[in-house]
């Protein structure tokens, strides 16, 4: 497969539900955003085989540490995970509960004045969230 060796040179062992993980998550060439429990329903759809919330969880997390994944913090309770790990910003539709790429072209110059003593900013993101 495909992602055995990438899994294998990042450290992860290639199991047949990482395998499998990776070809829902990856073999696309839109951005995909989702939740925990949202590619858990995909992965049902999508695949024969069963593969438990907490493989999913724990997988997605690995994901997210070796960099394969951006993780997108909505609230206290709701966490999105992105396949586009670039420095962007996002629109977050408060209804129906999306997850939309924001352009940089799209995002005037940001200017931030306060300093944090000893800490350089690494990136800017933001998130813009929407309602009716």
């Not at 049902?44 to 997988?59: P, V």
């Not at 004045?113 to 998130?127: A, N, P, Q």
Request: charged share 35%; net charge positive.
């Amino acid at each position: 497969m495909k992602y055995t060796e990438k899994l294998r040179n990042s450290g992860l062992r290639p199991t047949k539900q990482r395998l499998q993980i990776c070809e829902v998550l990856f073999d696309t060439e839109k951005t995909f955003h989702f939740t925990i429990n949202e590619l858990s329903l995909k992965i049902k759809k999508q695949i024969d085989n069963k593969i438990s919330l907490a493989t999913i969880y724990n997988t997605v997390h690995a994901f997210e540490k070796k960099g394969y994944l951006k993780q997108i913090p909505i609230n206290s309770n709701e966490t999105y995970f992105d396949t586009n790990v670039c420095d962007h910003h996002h629109f977050y539709d408060l209804k129906k509960e999306k997850l939309i790429d924001l352009e940089n072209a799209d995002v005037g110059p940001i200017d931030i004045k306060r300093k944090i003593d000893g800490k350089k900013i690494k990136s800017v993101e933001i998130l813009v969230k929407l309602e009716d």
